[in-house]
């Protein structure tokens, strides 16, 4: 068969089974132009909301049960390319943060907006420091990292910015037990009797199997720790619209995750939070502090939010997304879509299913008898404003006719690419 047939055979049987998208990437930014560079950032455009859901939980205090072990995970806090400045949210969420009191904060990627040419790294990186790095520190809150897209891109064009990245970390690297010698791309540690690792993972469909190998030998080795969380840049599966093709996609992870019982994966880059499952291993994909909020696959609208995990060197207490303007509202769950699903692949919501599954009734009753009587009195629903329509997160116009696209299938029997143009693979952020 010609190629030329059997592209258009392929391409046709993936979009009667998954339906039309495509995967935009952005187009070229001139940091001269100010216009420019406000909406280069989302190849489509997103409402970004500043208000809390009307169906979120005041949680205003959040005190501490005794004995537990409270971790902060940041995602996506970039601007657009280049930029030497963040947002009010991300200012608003370090005041929370430190308020709060985490024993430990974890970044997923994407703490600076690099993945373009001639940008002044030292200055980003110098801007991130300024914002976030050096006030935790400040509070004796240590910050565990691991690599973005627009950090520190694995793609050859971008080794530049992967020194940037190592250098930017290279003295201020944790006051903690590292565990590897890649710090701070692939490294473990352990923190008050939980393992975290975090992975190297910048590239869609591209998990080498070197660092596949050191998971599991890392995970093997501290086979009798309880909770083990996992994080990394790109999810495993789809979770947001307009980034379907950009995740892991590699089912070695997941069987690897799940053979080891890693209690929790956490994930960012898509701009969207949904704590999800799939069988016992947990999935949480955290939301964005920066640029570019999108709705859910569902179509369900996304706001700017962190994640705050309540834990135990013996289980996890809970998962809860805060939400901008002031993070003092948590997301209630029965408030995000009991499942999503892209093509074959289908998340569940993490406290829907079977009672042998995450946040099941024991897990429920542990964490009710550990948190102080005033955490229970502090979520209560609240009337506020609603969220903007979903209309107004649909996709603007066509890009230009050399706009980049790329359709991606993948199934667990394995993968099968299929590009059109000349796609460099480069993302947005």
Not at 5 to 34: F, K, S, Y
Not at 215 to 240: N, R, S, W
Not at 288 to 301: E, Q, T
Request: aromatic share 8%; hydrophobic share 40%; with cysteine.
């Amino acid at each position: 068969m010609h190629p030329n047939a059997t592209t258009t055979t392929l391409l046709t049987l993936i979009l009667l089974h998954l339906g039309t998208w495509a995967c935009q990437e952005p187009r070229p930014v001139h940091p001269e132009d100010p216009s420019a560079i406000a909406n280069a950032t989302e190849a489509a455009p997103t409402t970004l909301h500043t208000n809390p859901s009307p169906h979120s939980r005041r949680n205003l205090s959040l005190p501490r049960a005794p004995g537990t072990i409270r971790i902060a995970v940041v995602s996506d806090l970039n601007a657009s390319y280049g930029s030497l400045s963040y947002g009010e949210d991300v200012h608003r969420a370090v005041d929370r943060l430190i308020e709060l009191d985490p024993d430990l904060v974890l970044s997923t990627g994407d703490m600076v907006a690099g993945q373009a040419p001639g940008l002044d790294y030292h200055g980003m990186w110098r801007a991130f420091h300024h914002s976030v790095t050096d006030r935790l520190a400040s509070a004796g809150i240590p910050l565990a990292v691991s690599p973005g897209n627009h950090d520190a891109s694995a793609f050859p064009h971008y080794a530049n910015e992967r020194q940037h990245y190592q250098s930017a970390w290279r003295d201020r690297r944790p006051d903690l037990h590292i565990i590897g010698d890649a710090y701070p791309f692939q490294y473990a540690f352990l923190f008050r009797g939980i393992l975290f690792v975090s992975l190297d993972l910048t590239l869609p469909w591209h998990l080498p199997v070197e660092q596949l190998t050191w998971l599991d030998q890392t995970l093997q080795a501290h086979a009798e720790v309880p909770v083990k969380i996992v994080f990394g840049h790109l999810p495993l599966y789809p979770v947001a619209r307009y980034k379907e093709a950009e995740v892991v996609g590699d089912p070695r992870l997941e069987d690897l995750l799940q053979r080891h019982r890693v209690t929790l994966y956490l994930s960012g880059h898509h701009h969207a939070y949904y704590p999800a499952r799939r069988g016992e291993l947990r999935l949480v994909a955290v939301g964005c502090l920066g640029n570019g909020v999108r709705p859910l696959i569902s179509g369900h609208p996304s706001q700017r939010s962190f994640v705050l995990i309540e834990a135990t060197p013996q289980n996890i207490l809970s998962v809860e997304a805060l939400v901008a303007p002031h993070f003092s509202h948590v997301i209630d769950r029965a408030t995000l879509p009991s499942s999503i699903g892209y093509g074959p692949f289908r998340l569940d919501r993490d406290d829907v299913g079977a009672p042998r599954f995450l946040l099941n009734a024991l897990e429920n009753q542990a964490y009710q008898q550990a948190r102080p009587p005033s955490l229970a009195a502090a979520n209560r629903v609240d009337a506020l404003p609603p969220l903007l329509p979903l209309e107004s997160l649909t996709p603007g116009p066509t890009q230009s006719s050399d706009h980049r696209r790329t359709l991606t299938y993948a199934t667990h029997m394995g993968l099968l690419m299929v590009r059109l143009g000349t796609s460099s693979n480069e993302q947005s952020p």
